[in-house]
Every structure is written in C-alpha cells, then in structure tokens.
Nanobody, 126 residues
Framework: QVQLVESGGGLVQAGGSLRLSCAAS????????FGWYRQAPGKQRELVAT???????NYADSVKGRFTISRDNTKNTASLQMNSLKPEDTAIYYC????????????????????WGQGTQVTVSE
C-alpha cells in the first residue's frame, strides 16, 4: 500500500515563501508523475503543478513564475517551492502520484491519480 505524506505547510505573510514536500512510503512504485493540487474553502480542488518522470512540468496560470515543482528520482519525492505567496494561495495542498514509466511526458487528470496525500494547510496572511 502506497502512502503519500506531505509536509512543509504553515502560516506565512504575503510575499513570503514555503516549501512543500511529498514523500512516498510503503510499497512504493519505481517512478511516478507527481501533481500538486489545492483546495480553498468553498472552492473545487484545482491543479497547481505537475512534474512528469521525464522532468517536464506544467503550472496553473495563477502560480506561474512564483511556484516551482521539482522531484528527486532517487528518493521518489516531489517538492513545491512557493515564493511571493498571496492570500489567495491559502488552501489545503495535496500531493498526488500516478505510476508512470521513466521518461514519460504524459500528464494526467485529477481522476487519473492513484495515490493522494492527506493534505497540508497553507495559510497566507495579509
């Protein structure tokens, strides 16, 4: 059973930075595409960023230029560096993973992801 555990959330002032991490444990996969999603109160969960096993990335328009997704293939982990945070970035952030072969550039929809973390709260104050 694969488990994803997020860490790094917290409270930060607008303009500040946070780094989220996602680690897989249990019966881990050899490689996976990772996605970061977020859900703000009263809103639907939305994609923030994705990184494929080939290292290609995509971002929501709202975070382009401020957030950076990365991965460590040796540890099967993914991170989300969030800079210039805004109050509208306040949400619960979820890590998702979907097993994929090395070198894959395929992106997945939310319903494709097989594994999800429990979420970590990010709060950005004015």
């Amino acid at each position: 059973q694969v488990q994803l555990v997020e860490s790094g959330g917290g409270l930060v002032q607008a303009g500040g930075s946070l780094r989220l991490s996602c680690a897989a444990s249990g019966s881990t996969f050899r490689s996976a595409t990772f996605g970061w999603y977020r859900q703000a109160p009263g809103k639907q969960r939305e994609l923030v960023a994705t990184i494929t096993t080939a290292g290609t990335t995509n971002y929501a328009d709202s975070v382009k230029g401020r957030f950076t997704i990365s991965r460590d293939n040796t540890k099967n982990t993914a991170s989300l560096q969030m800079n210039s945070l805004k109050p509208e970035d306040t949400a619960i952030y979820y890590c998702a993973a979907n097993p994929a072969p090395y070198g894959s550039t395929a992106y997945y929809t939310e319903t494709d992801y097989q594994y999800w973390g429990q979420g970590t709260q990010v709060t950005v104050s004015e």
